[in-house]
């Protein structure tokens, strides 16, 4: 079974700090993506990475940035935290880059800014 | 650009009874279709998907989904739902965009169970 692990489950931070969130596959997968997930609005791409080093900005990538530095691993970063930026925070993977490949989630991680 | 469409935020129904949960997509072709689910608590899985061939696809935890073109509908149905089919439910469209492959997610239909 393909598993992604994120590595927090809640997270409370204070408005201007720094935040990383770590996302892990174990299936060799080449895509990687971070969603926020807000109630009424569904899930919104921040950011997706096809491959190390490389990364393509979504729908949403305003106050974030990501990082990819081996394959298996993709991290989102909030510069400075503000607090419309507490929400749940979703990674996936999928096998290839087509549309039509089944994205596997992570548990997500819910930030909290103070 | 693709578009999802989920109509109903919150559904409920006793257990035993039907299930059909509404989507309807936007796209100048046909794209392909997800439907994944969302536990309490943890991220959203795969229950069935769509591309081309026949209509009526069949997923896992006994959902069905009918892509219907003429609508531009892909419902989910299950014939007898459990109490534990109570989690959050969304439809995704896939397609390219802007030079990539990007899926759409709708904004979630949430079921409600009762005995």
């Known amino acids: 079974d393909v598993k992604v692990t994120q590595s927090s489950r809640y997270l409370v931070k204070r408005t201007g700090e720094k935040v990383f969130l770590e996302c892990v596959q174990d299936m060799d997968h080449e895509n990687m993506f971070w969603y926020r997930q807000d109630p009424g609005l569904g899930l919104r791409l921040i950011y997706f990475s096809y491959d190390v080093k490389m990364k393509e900005k979504g729908d949403i990538p305003e106050g974030y940035s990501v990082s990819r530095e081996k394959k298996e691993r993709f991290s989102l970063i909030l510069e400075s935290a503000s607090t419309n930026q507490t929400s749940m925070y979703l990674c996936?993977?999928?096998?290839?880059?087509?549309?039509?490949?089944?994205?596997?989630f992570g548990p997500g991680t819910r930030l909290t800014v103070l | 650009a693709q578009s999802v469409t989920q109509p109903d935020i919150h559904i409920t129904v006793s257990e035993g009874a039907s299930l059909e949960l509404r989507c309807n997509y936007s796209y100048g072709a046909t794209p392909y279709l997800f439907w994944y689910v969302q536990s309490p608590g943890q991220g959203l899985q795969l229950l069935l998907k769509y591309f081309s061939g026949d209509t009526l696809v069949q997923g896992i935890k006994g959902f069905e989904a009918e892509f219907k073109r003429s609508q531009s509908s892909f419902n989910l149905r299950k014939p007898s739902v459990h109490w534990s089919d109570a989690a959050e439910y969304f439809c995704?469209?896939?397609?390219?965009?802007?030079?990539?492959?990007?899926?759409?997610f709708g904004i979630g239909t949430k079921l409600q169970v009762i005995p």
């Open positions: 995704a469209v896939g397609a390219p965009s802007g030079g990539y492959q990007k899926v759409t």
């Open positions: 996936a993977s999928s096998l290839g880059t087509g549309a039509g490949d089944t994205q596997y």
